[in-house]
């Protein structure tokens, strides 16, 4: 395409084509037309042929850079970028693609610095940033939010809205891949700048900096306020600024110690303290994820004494017949040509261990593996560190054999001893023949199994939690962490936010035992009716008194809660709502939807369902998902009669509404029937599926034969200076 020559230079140094490099105006013409035809390795090797030609040109170094990173070649890349930066020192697109590769390589704390300077560079030369700068901007926040430096992308994302740059929807998208990466809990509320109010010797320093700082001016910003430190160490401004600005310059470190100097602060509300120490702790999480305690996975090795040849397989047969018996085992079926993908030789069988409790808690995975050509008969015991050394007595004594020392596994995650609790499983009794179906209204077979699995859980929960060794408080327990002052505010973070997050109702109800198990004062009501007004943090909402809201702001409390993930706050408004003579059909809908999700018994779902049709035949909507979301209930309560007329209500009704079908499969597969079996057949009613459409093949099926892996299922989580409520959007 033609380039006009009074565009700015695609190098970066701010002037115009006609005055930079004009005599390569045909060049960069061709490099865009094969860019434009998806050729990046010719116009890589067209670029590095000018470049033999035209040395130290910046349209020809920022470009080759551009396209090896397009083409992931980032060795290259970075040897380019370093060469660019070298030569243009104060370029911004030279400071951007260095702050990408240094990105790419992890140094994030480096990047968001290149950054800044790219974007003061471009400020500085009285320009707008360039499209090229705002494409690595974008690149930043994808990046910062993968490597789970949600301050670092998020202030990007701020910046590009303050400055206009980009479309409302590209900023739009950004925002909702910061959303989507996992923020954590206590970062959900995002903390703006604070002025300082009333007279000070040092307020023109202050507020030179804050000006800094509003200009995205951050590592000056930051420098300035690092040096009132010795003048005004008791300002809750200042060390709430530097807080917040090392959030967006990845300095985790250094952004928690602020927060927790303005935590220790006097005259810093309690609730305040506590979400502050909260923030500390998730961002001392975020600079080292690793740090002790943590329960890691562990993986032993034993041989087994089997003779060769034909009797060896035989004696394999006869171990394997003797676990199926010992008591503690459960023969678990698994993919073997999962093994085979990998290039590994599966196993012979696998089998999960218990421990001998009542119920009986899930430990570990035994893997029993037969001769192979390089190696003997082995067995290999798997799970967390601490299950595996409980289960390896029982195992040894059962398989005859003696497991060595833990094998090497720097690729396995650690977890928090937290997630290792709440991701207990434990061994229900199964019943011999289909349980009857349940009267209606009462509580089916299921919801008596996972009401027992929830009590065995919680129970354990309970009675572990207080007295285990946690890194959030630095390696001390939640009971001894209470007698501190400061470190009691830990355990007041923990507790609050499993509270408020917790997507289950048993969870959170957990939390709240906890807190009266440890004699920790309970939280008092929130007084505030507007407390979007009130700038309330969403991790107090679920204590509004809901009934005194108007509808307007309850509404806006479900929304936000569902979006943001406070998850006791949206169940607390959805039941208000629900409750609320003024809603409106279309609020009923809403709040009724998000208290389906969110009951733990069957009745109680089929309860909410009932109502929703009926609000759905107000609102002349579509029925198709309700029969969806009833089937799955009807199909795990074994309301055969029930899932008949289901079926053939869905056939009729629903037969050409292709997204009720692909949820119709997804239900079918979860329930273990065999989708590609059933499209093409008759369904109940004498039809085929759908009117006669096939049943899609929607998502792959659940992998049901995959091992178990201890922790691998889901576990229970004026003027800008307020504070403002983090949503994706």
């Known amino acids: 395409m033609a380039i006009d020559t009074y565009a700015p230079c695609p190098g970066g140094t701010g002037k115009k084509i006609k005055f930079c490099c004009a005599d390569l105006v045909g060049d960069l013409e061709q490099l865009d037309t094969l860019v434009e035809g998806d050729q990046v390795s010719a116009a890589l090797d067209q670029v590095r042929r000018l470049e033999e030609k035209h040395p130290g040109r910046a349209c020809l170094m920022a470009t080759r850079t551009k396209l090896e990173l397009a083409s992931k070649r980032y060795a290259e ?4 970028s370093k060469a660019f930066l070298d030569a243009f020192p104060d370029n911004p697109l030279a400071l ?53 430096h949600v301050g670092f992308a998020q202030g990007i994302v701020d910046w590009l809205g303050d400055a206009g740059l980009g479309t409302e929807e590209e900023r739009r998208l950004l925002a909702a891949i910061v959303g989507s990466s996992g923020v954590p809990a206590a970062l959900r509320t995002r903390m703006r700048l604070e ?19 509003r200009h995205w001016r951050l590592s000056k910003a930051l420098t300035a306020f690092r040096s009132l430190k010795g003048v005004a160490g ?30 220790r602060m006097n005259g810093t509300p309690h609730d305040d303290a506590v979400e502050m120490t909260g923030r500390a702790m998730t961002l001392e999480t975020e600079a080292d994820p690793d740090r002790s305690p943590l329960v890691r996975f562990a993986s032993r090795i034993a041989p087994l004494a089997v003779p060769a040849g034909e009797e060896g397989s035989a004696a394999i047969d006869l171990l394997e017949d003797k676990i199926r018996h010992a008591g503690r085992f459960d023969q678990a079926a698994f993919d073997r040509a999962q093994w085979v993908s990998r290039g590994a030789a599966p196993p012979r069988s696998a089998w999960r261990v218990y421990d001998d409790g009542s119920p009986a808690r899930l430990l570990a ?31 040894e004594a059962t398989v005859g054999c003696a497991f060595g020392a833990e094998m090497t596994t720097e690729s396995m995650p ?109 939280p008092a009501t929130v007084d505030s009716t507007q407390p979007f007004e009130d ?25 936000t809660s569902l979006d943001a993930g406070f998850e006791k706050a949206a169940g607390l408004a959805a039941e208000a709502l629900a409750a609320r003579p003024d809603a409106t059909p279309a609020d009923r809908w809403e709040a009724l939807g998000a208290l389906e999700e969110r009951a733990s018994s069957s009745v109680r779902k089929l309860e909410i369902i009932a109502e929703l049709r009926g609000i759905a035949k107000t609102l002349k909507a579509n029925d198709g998902m309700l029969d969806v979301a009833e089937l799955r209930v009807r199909m795990q309560r074994g309301d055969e009669a029930d899932v008949v007329r289901l079926l053939e209500h869905v056939r009729r009704e629903h037969g050409r509404d292709q997204q009720v079908i692909q949820a119709f499969a997804e239900v079918l597969m979860e329930a273990g029937i065999d989708i590609s079996a059933l499209a093409g057949r008759a369904m109940p009613g004498g039809a085929g599926p759908a009117g006669g459409a096939a049943i899609p093949a929607a998502a792959p099926a659940a992998e049901a034969g995959k091992l178990w892996t201890p922790g691998g299922e889901s576990s229970a989580a004026g003027g800008g200076e307020k504070k403002v409520i983090w949503t994706p959007n």
């Open 77 to 80: 890349a970075a040897a380019s």
């Open 96 to 148: 951007g693609h260095a702050a990408i590769n240094d990105a790419l390589a992890g140094r994030v704390q480096e990047a968001a610095a290149l950054f800044d300077k790219a974007r003061a560079a471009a400020a500085g030369a009285g320009a707008e940033a360039s499209a090229e700068l705002v494409r690595i901007a974008a690149t930043l926040v994808q990046a910062a939010a993968q490597l789970g």
């Open 535 to 559: 700038a309330v943090p969403p991790l107090r909402w679920h204590r509004l008194d809901m009934a005194k809201l108007s509808i307007d702001e309850l509404r806006g409390v479900l929304v």
């Open 234 to 263: 008791d300002s809750r401004p200042l060390f709430t600024n530097i807080a917040v600005l090392c959030e967006m310059l990845a300095r985790p470190v250094e952004a928690s110690e602020a927060w927790l100097t303005v935590a």
């Open 195 to 213: 002025p300082l109010e009333g007279d000070s010797p040092w307020r023109i320093e202050f507020d030179t900096a804050l000006d800094h700082a």
């Open 365 to 395: 995975t035994l893997l029993i593996f037969g001769r192979q050509t390089d190696r003997e008969p082995e067995a290999v015991l798997q799970g967390f560190a601490a299950d595996v050394e409980q289960a390896r007595p029982a195992v």
């Open 414 to 522: 650690a977890v928090s001893p937290t997630n290792w609790l709440m991701g207990s499983q434990f061994r229900m009794q199964q019943p011999t023949s289909a349980p009857p179906p349940a009267p209606a209204g009462q509580p089916s077979f299921f919801d008596s199994f996972v009401e027992e699995q929830r009590k065995a859980l919680w129970d354990r929960f309970l009675a572990v939690w207080p007295d285990t060794p946690l890194p959030e408080l630095l390696g001390k327990t939640p009971r001894e962490a209470l007698r501190d002052p400061q470190t009691a505010l830990r355990v007041a973070a923990l507790v609050d936010e499993g509270e408020a997050t917790a997507r289950r109702p048993d969870a959170s109800a957990a939390w709240t035992a906890v807190r009266e198990r440890l004699g920790m004062q309970r």
